[in-house]
């Protein structure tokens, strides 16, 4: 498939792994870009800037195709240096940058002097059109259905892709809800150029996280989820564990729910704990609604080349011969 998307982002495919915390680690993004996608190393897992450097360097020496780097701007526990993270990426030679959360447009004349594309996440078509008028070169439409930070709208993929085809110029992936090759298909048809995955790379062989945790999600339906942080708002939707049921309690609770009324539940080192030890009860992890549609734990190049293949072969047989008579 050749869309504006593999043509700006010099890959094969037009599948991008979303920037996960604790799971872009060079492992799955050079597993991702080797199998003709856009891996993605997330910053914030390294603890320093210095860190981040030496695991863009190993990924690196395991892949020689382009691979981005996410930098998530959001709410966290101790205060994050963003500035030095920005430098490190910026003086390492990558070339693709995915940013979330916080408007990025501090960061982007960094970024653009070193010739870095610039991918925006935004979940709602205002921040997309922000994103195009402060000079990104692509957004991430991410519908109500995705892992992690939905925003506060709450309006799902069907609106949001069609909505982004309609008033945006630049190219845009969509991201949330899509694990399979009839997904690719449904974006593609909406007017994206392309599609972003994180929960579906979770559960891959190359995924650097405890089996228990990639089975468990192998196990659950769409109803597996929770959004939690409503009362914050900076909700984000994670897998509907005991913790997860605990937090929503607390924030259903009459009065104003305090962050630290939860952190000791949700505090991030305890979901890398998680998947390092596969105790799935001891904190909490991202996932999304596409749990519902994930029923093997496949390589990154076996999980993408029959997405591609049943988008293909959805695109030229199934709706080719509605069309054909
Ligand atoms: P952390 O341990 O600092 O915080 C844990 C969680 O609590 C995070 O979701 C954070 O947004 C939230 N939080 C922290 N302080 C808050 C406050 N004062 N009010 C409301 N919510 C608050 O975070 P971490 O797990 O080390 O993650 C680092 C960064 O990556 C954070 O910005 C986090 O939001 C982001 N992240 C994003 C995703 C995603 O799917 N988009 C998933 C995990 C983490």
Redesign the pocket.
Known sequence: MKTRVTEMLGIEHPIVQGG??WVGLAELASAVSNAGGLGIITA?TQPTPEDLVKEIDKCRQMTDKPFGVNL?I?????PVPYEEYAQAIASSGIKIVET??RNPEPFLPLFKKAGIKVVHKCTSIRHALKAEAIGCDMVSVDGFEC???PGEDDVTNLILLPLAARRLKIPYLASGGLGDGSGLAAALSMGADGINMGTRFMVTKEAPIHENVKQRMVDASELDTSLI?RS?R?T?RVFKNSIAEQVVDIESRSGETK?EDIQPL????K?RALFEDGDLDSGIW?AGMIVGLIDDIPSCEDLISRMVEEAESIIRERLAQMVSN
Do not use: D
Not at 74 to 78: A, E, G, M, S, V
Not at 266 to 269: C, E, F, N
């Open positions: 996960m915390q914030l998530t959001l709410p966290t526990i101790k979330a959360g892992a992690g930070h942080y914050l900076n984000a962050f949700v505090a991030g080192v979901g991202s």
